[in-house]
T-cell receptor
Framework: GENVEQHPSTLSVQEGDSAVIKCTYS??????FPWYKQELGKGPQLIID?????GEKKDQRIAVTLNKTAKHFSLHITETQPEDSAVYFC??????????????FGIGTKLQVIP | EAGVAQSPRYKIIEKRQSVAFWCNPI?????LYWYQQILGQGPKLLIQ????????DSQLPKDRFSAERLKGVDSTLKIQPAKLEDSAVYLC??????????????FGEGSWLTVV
């Protein structure tokens, strides 16, 4: 089955600096890679996703890159703000249209933005 | 659009007791997931339904956990009897499984279980 490794497990940055979280996956059939943000006491919320036919995607201060050859993908947050403090999860999905998808999550990265 | 609804939000039970969690997915979503999230870890899939059929329950401890999704809408996850190691957040999620919208999984707020 799919195995997703995520690092670092914790990350502290100064407000305004950039944060980078990296994930690797094992199953070459995985073709959809979402990133979730989980605030304390809440469920994970999708913040950005990327499909295997795209190498990079950006949404304001958040960007995700995908290297299919190396089987790794990364989340980049620029100009970090205190409200970015949360746990971030990467995931890899073998999205089978007409069938069902199998989604595997990473262990999570606790990001702390220091004002 | 209403999100995924879960109840109860919090539950404390003694070991060997039983507990049930309820989930109402986003209207029209064919796929419903139950995840277990232990503190400090990522969500782990327990069971996945497509409409009212089970498509993956390979990681569900079937000796104590059961789940059903009657009429392909609401779902209930039951634990009986509970063990200390079942203390976790139980997340319900749903997805549309639509080619155009992709496979985005939307999570509920979770049901926090403490077994003492």
């Amino acid at each position: 089955g799919e195995n997703v490794e995520q690092h670092p497990s914790t990350l502290s940055v100064q407000e305004g600096d950039s944060a980078v979280i990296k994930c690797t996956y094992s199953d070459s059939a995985s073709n959809y890679f979402p990133w979730y943000k989980q605030e304390l006491g809440k469920g994970p919320q999708l913040i950005i996703d990327i499909r295997s036919n795209v190498g990079e995607k950006k949404d304001q201060r958040i960007a995700v890159t995908l290297n299919k050859t190396a089987k790794h993908f990364s989340l980049h947050i620029t100009e970090t703000q205190p409200e970015d403090s949360a746990v971030y999860f990467c995931a890899a999905s073998n999205a089978l249209f007409g069938g069902y998808q199998k989604v595997t999550f990473g262990i999570g990265t606790k990001l702390q933005v220091i004002p | 659009e209403a999100g995924v609804a879960q109840s109860p939000r919090y539950k404390i039970i003694e070991k060997r007791q039983s507990v049930a969690f309820w989930c109402n997915p986003i209207s029209g979503h064919a796929t419903l997931y139950w995840y277990q999230q232990i503190l400090g870890q990522g969500p782990k899939l327990l069971i996945q339904f497509q409409n009212n059929g089970v498509v993956d329950d390979s990681q569900l401890p079937k000796d104590r956990f059961s789940a059903e999704r009657l009429k392909g809408v609401d779902s209930t996850l039951k634990i009986q009897p509970a063990k200390l190691e079942d203390s976790a957040v139980y997340l319900c999620a749903s997805s549309l499984e639509d080619r155009d919208s992709g496979n985005t999984i939307y999570f509920g707020e979770g049901s926090w279980l403490t077994v003492v």
